[in-house]
């Protein structure tokens, strides 16, 4: 893919980003209430170049959440390694690029809604095994 270009509410937080793919629904409990519903986001790997200052939340042991402090825009899901970053589809400029890839931590989705279209619906547990360490 190409170069992205993206900005919170305000535009006080600009970023480029070199997406890895399409987009990504996570339903998990922390993500929906981040988000205020269904969080999309982009896979951007190490690529994500931020102006403005970003506030951050640590939000688990394994990742952080920046969002813009004037707006609160929630922009970028963030892993301590650095290695992945999730950015939130919306706060792209041009979000009608990304194609609904697959929904994460299915088991957590509220029963009020449902995303038309067949694609990996994949568990928490599903989800996290594909980052596990090879066994030996």
Not at 55 to 74: D, H, K, L, M, N
Not at 102 to 114: G, L, Q, R, V
Request: glycine share 8%; hydrophobic share 35%; charged share 15%.
């Amino acid at each position: 893919m190409t170069i992205s270009t993206g900005r919170c509410l305000c535009g006080a937080v600009t970023f480029t980003a070199t997406p890895n793919g399409g987009m990504h629904a996570c339903h998990c409990p922390t993500c929906r209430r981040q988000s205020g519903g269904i969080l999309f986001s982009v896979d951007c790997g190490d690529s994500v170049v931020v102006q403005g200052e970003v506030a951050t939340y640590v939000s688990s042991e394994w990742a952080t959440r920046q969002f813009c402090p004037a707006c609160g825009t929630g922009l970028f899901w963030r892993s301590n390694d650095g290695a992945i970053t999730m950015v939130s589809a919306q706060a792209f400029d041009d979000p009608s690029v990304f194609t609904l890839e697959d929904e994460f931590c299915i088991e957590s989705k509220p029963a009020t809604y449902a995303l038309a279209g067949e694609r990996p619906r994949l568990t928490t547990d599903e989800l996290w095994a594909q980052f596990a360490p090879p066994q030996d």
